[in-house]
Structure formats: C-alpha cells, structure tokens
C-alpha cells in the first residue's frame, strides 16, 4: 500500500469527503482519505437526506459566499450526473413584531451582499399572501414572511457519495474503518499513525467534526468547541400531494424555538426539527436516541402550524454539532503547524460543503483561496479568547 502522500484529509463526511474530490481534480493518485467508521456513517453530521441551502445569511460574508456554494455543487452534478441540490422555494415566518423579526430582515439584507448579476431576489409576503400560495401554513397571528426562489435541499447522502466517487476516479486512496491513533507534524510535513499503517504527506487536512480536538491532541492544540446531539422527526403526512416539491417550500419559523422543516423528499414523509436544542454531549458520550419530550414539542407546534405537515411517526433521527463559541466555522490553518488545515462546520455548513472542499484544496495546493474567509479563521477571538464570543442566529 502507498504510505506517502501530498494531501492526507482525516474524515470523509460533508466537508472531508469535498475536499478529497477537489483535491484530486488537480493531484490525482497523491490524495489519500482517512475515515475511522464505515463511509456514509450516522455517527456525526453530515448525514441524512436533506438539508437547507438558501443564498440569504446572518452576516454578509457567508451571503457573499454562497453563489460560490451553488456553483460547487453544480460543477460537482454536472460532473457525476448526480444532482445534489434541489430548489424548492423557501420561507422564512415570523410573527409581525416580535423580537426576531430583525432576524429575518437582516437575512433579506444580506442578498444585497450579493452580487446583481447573479440574479437574487427576494420577496415579501403577508398572511394573505402566505394563504394563497401556501395555505398549509396556519399562522396564529400576523406574520411578516420573506421568499426567496432559490432555497432548497442539498442532499448529504448524494453529496458525500458522488464526492467521493469522484474522489476515487481521480486516482484518490480512501480508507475507512481506519481509526487515527496519532497525528504529528513539523516542518517537513505531517505523519499519521492508523490502525491500518503509518502515513507520510506534505499537508493534512482534519474535518473530523466531533472528533477534531482528538486528532488534534498531538499537536498542542485544541479548540473550544461545543457538541450537541441534534434531532429531526419525520412524518407520515396522508397529505402527499400538499407537501410535494413544488407544492409546499422548505421553511424556517423564528420564534423563541426556531423550526425547520422540508417538503417531502428522501422518504415518503415530511422533515422537521427544533433547531439547536439538543443536549451537550461528547462524541463517545451521545446515544442514538431520540429525546421524546423535543418529539412531542414538535409534534404539538406542527400541529397548531401546519396542521396536515404531520401523521404517524415514521423516525426521529439524531445527528452532531460541532461548534465555536461564536458558531461562525473554522477554515485555516494551525498557527504552529501551517501545514495542518482544520475545518469546523458549526452546525450548518452542509450547504457550503463542496465549496469549502474546494477552498482547502486551494489552500493546502496554492496556499491561499480568492475569496474573502477573513471571518473563519482559527486566529479570531472566538477562538483564542472565548470567553469573548458573542453567540448570533445563524441559521
């Protein structure tokens, strides 16, 4: 077996398994991957069905970003022949003034982040508006609800395999089951110790998730990062027609508890989850199951909102976030170790994914990326000081 890479990526989920494909586009059989489970594992967070990918953002720099995203994900479908994002339309709902409406009008902003050319625009609806086009909605008060055309799914499943076909048909090694015992670097590159063997390259890459600070340990650094067990519940519904694509748009409500959920898609049932109210755990300490008092929480708000959303339980499945303290993600290299690049999703980085693989790629190949990730970087207070970082709405 080769033992002696240019470019070593530790976990091949979302991000990890992007940047092998972008990293092979250019270097070929010199890419190796790393992945301790079974590829396409459930065990951290890129997994599933489905995910929300939308051009509008809680800060500039991620909106300015995401035509970028859009793109990668097109390059990779016009490669594979596997379409990775769906558009649905997409609504944010928020009850007329209340505290989150800001929120919601700051998204809208954000589109002014983007460049014109490319088309984004937005709309503004009303209760009567949200009726008719989408009377699945049952708002119980007076809503202020922003539409963009361009929101969607992008899918983890196809996303992860088709960049990792990818990867392989460019020449790339992958390993999975392959657990990293040790991880080490100096000037002349980095070396990691596997179950399997001992591995030399000239760069790594960890997009480990949950597992970072572990791979991380042997090199004197460790970040502060929160892990949460997440869940999403999905439904029976008996209306299939009312909640098909086209029918129905993936939504976000913000309230006090911020919901989301999607048109049918991955399985005959609709999706939703509370986001961000899961319980702090570790990567070896969470379970897979389901926290049923945020099932029942669920169920009764969906009931009073989007009353035929819901039907017989199909499944609650868990997932991780892996988060900073300000939950912007992590995308560069370690101070001491320049040769050592770390990603950290936050917990809402699936629509990134291929662009943020193909920015380590630039990084770890070319040693810099044109665009502006000035607010990702490793050296940024929230990192460094946390107690200094100030929590915002993200998604």
Known sequence: MQTHFEYIVLGCGGIGSAALYWLSRRAGAD???IEQFQLFHHNGGSQDRSRIIRYYYHKDPYARLMPHAYDAWATVAAESSVPVVTKTGGVIIVQKGSAQQATVERYAESLSAIDAARGVTFEWLGNDELAYRYPQFRPPYEVKVCYQQDTGIA???RGNAAHIGLARGYGATILEQCAVEQVQADADGVTVTTAHGVFHGRRLIVAAGAWSNQALAG?????PLTVTQEQVTYFATPYLK?????????FQWKTD?????FPIYGEVATKAAID???AEVTATTRTFEPNREREAQLETW???HIPHFVGPKLYTKTCLYTMPPDRDFVLDSLPAHPNVLVAIGAGHAYKFASFLGRTLSELAIDGATPHDISHITIQRPAILTPETAVLETYR
Request: proline share 6%; aromatic share 12%; no cysteine.
């Open 31 to 33: 890419v190796l991957g």
């Open 155 to 157: 899918d983890p499943l």
């Open 219 to 223: 090199l004197g650094f460790q970040m």
């Open 242 to 250: 009312e909640f098909a694509i086209g029918a129905f748009p993936v």
């Open 257 to 261: 508890t911020n919901i989301y959920g």
């Open 276 to 278: 961000g109210s899961g």
């Open 302 to 304: 969906l009931t009073e």
